[in-house]
C-alpha cells in the first residue's frame, strides 16, 4: 500500500483529504490513496485497515479482510453520461452499465493513470538500469533526475509540483522511465528488496472474478 500511495495523480484530480483528530489537520487518507475530480474518485485503501475502521471489536466473522488491497473507481454523473454515450448505453440501470468489458476498461484504465503497470525497482537498481540504457546521455541523466526526485519526495506528483524545469520535460522522463519497464516509484532502501512485480496481475485475475459476480471492484491478495 506504501507504494501505491506514491502513485501518480492525472491532471484535473486532487488528492483526497480526512480529518485528523489529534492534530485537527486535514491529511490524505491513511493506508489508502484515495483521489477525485468532478467526474471520478479513485480509491486503493487496505480491506483490513479500512473494516477495522468501521466496525471496531464487532469485525463481521468470516471477513478475511488480511493482506487485501482494494480498487474502487466510483463514476459519477458526468462520467456515467460519458460512458453511456461514448459505449452507445440505452438504459440508465446498474444492470446496463454491468458489461465486463467497461467495468475491465474503467478500472485498469484508471490503475494504469495513478500505478502502472511497471514492476518496481531500489533507486540504486533504477539508476543502474537507465544508465545502462540505450537512451541518449541527456535523456539518461534527466530520467534518473526525476526517479531521484520522485523518491526524495515519496510521490510522483509531488516530485511533479517542485521540479525545477519544464513539466513537459518531467511528463517525458516519467514516460521514458516506464517504456523500461521501470516504475517511476522506487522501493525503500530499508525494505531490503532489489525488486518487486506490480500487483497488475493479481489485480486481473481478481477483477475477472469480482466481474463474474456482480461487482466493480477489484481485490489484490
Same mark, same amino acid.
Given at each position: 500500500?506504501?507504494?501505491?500511495?506514491?502513485?501518480?495523480?492525472?491532471?484535473?484530480?486532487?488528492?483526497?483529504?480526512?480529518?485528523?483528530?489529534?492534530?485537527?489537520?486535514?491529511?490524505?487518507?491513511?493506508?489508502?490513496?484515495?483521489?477525485?475530480?468532478? #467526474?471520478?474518485?479513485?480509491?486503493? =485503501?487496505?480491506?483490513?485497515?479500512?473494516?477495522?475502521?468501521? /466496525?471496531?471489536?464487532?469485525? &463481521?466473522? *468470516?471477513?478475511?479482510?488480511?493482506?487485501?488491497?482494494?480498487?474502487?473507481?466510483?463514476?459519477?454523473?458526468?462520467?456515467?453520461?460519458?460512458?453511456?454515450?461514448? =459505449?452507445?448505453?440505452?438504459?440508465?440501470?446498474?444492470?446496463? /452499465?454491468?458489461?465486463?468489458?467497461?467495468?475491465?476498461?474503467?478500472?485498469? #484504465?484508471?490503475?494504469?493513470?495513478?500505478? *502502472? =503497470?511497471?514492476?518496481?525497482?531500489?533507486?540504486?537498481?533504477?539508476?543502474?538500469?537507465?544508465?545502462?540504457?540505450? =537512451?541518449?546521455?541527456?535523456?539518461?541523466?534527466?530520467?534518473?533526475?526525476?526517479?531521484?526526485?520522485?523518491?526524495?519526495?515519496?510521490?510522483?506528483?509531488?516530485?511533479?509540483?517542485?521540479?525545477?524545469?519544464?513539466?513537459?520535460? /518531467?511528463?517525458?522522463?516519467?514516460?521514458?522511465?516506464?517504456?523500461?519497464?521501470?516504475? &517511476?516509484?522506487?522501493? &525503500?532502501?530499508?525494505?531490503?528488496?532489489?525488486?518487486? &512485480?506490480?500487483?497488475?496481475?493479481?489485480?486481473?485475475?481478481?477483477?475477472?472474478?469480482?466481474?463474474?459476480? *456482480?461487482?466493480?471492484?477489484?481485490?489484490?491478495?
Amino acid at each position: 500500500m506504501e507504494l501505491i500511495r506514491r502513485a501518480d495523480k492525472p491532471k484535473k484530480f486532487e488528492v483526497c483529504l480526512e480529518a485528523n483528530l489529534r492534530t485537527k489537520r486535514k491529511e490524505p487518507y491513511k493506508n489508502a490513496f484515495r483521489i477525485q475530480s468532478k #467526474s471520478v474518485v479513485v480509491h486503493f =485503501y487496505n480491506k483490513q485497515f479500512q473494516m477495522n475502521k468501521v /466496525f471496531g471489536d464487532e469485525f &463481521p466473522k *468470516g471477513q478475511d479482510a488480511k493482506d487485501i488491497i482494494r480498487l474502487e473507481v466510483q463514476c459519477k454523473k458526468r462520467k456515467m453520461n460519458n460512458l453511456k454515450q461514448y =459505449y452507445q448505453i440505452s438504459g440508465k440501470t446498474l444492470e446496463d /452499465f454491468s458489461d465486463q468489458d467497461l467495468s475491465e476498461k474503467v478500472l485498469l #484504465s484508471y490503475y494504469r493513470k495513478t500505478v *502502472g =503497470y511497471e514492476d518496481y525497482f531500489t533507486l540504486k537498481e533504477a539508476r543502474e538500469l537507465i544508465s545502462n540504457s540505450d =537512451y541518449k546521455r541527456k535523456y539518461r541523466e534527466n530520467m534518473i533526475e526525476v526517479i531521484e526526485l520522485i523518491n526524495q519526495k515519496r510521490s510522483i506528483w509531488k516530485a511533479r509540483e517542485e521540479y525545477d524545469g519544464e513539466i513537459k520535460k /518531467f511528463n517525458e522522463a516519467v514516460k521514458q522511465i516506464k517504456k523500461m519497464g521501470i516504475n &517511476p516509484v522506487t522501493i &525503500p532502501a530499508w525494505w531490503k528488496i532489489d525488486r518487486l &512485480p506490480n500487483l497488475i496481475h493479481e489485480i486481473d485475475i481478481s477483477l475477472r472474478q469480482s466481474i463474474t459476480k *456482480g461487482s466493480h471492484e477489484a481485490d489484490v491478495i
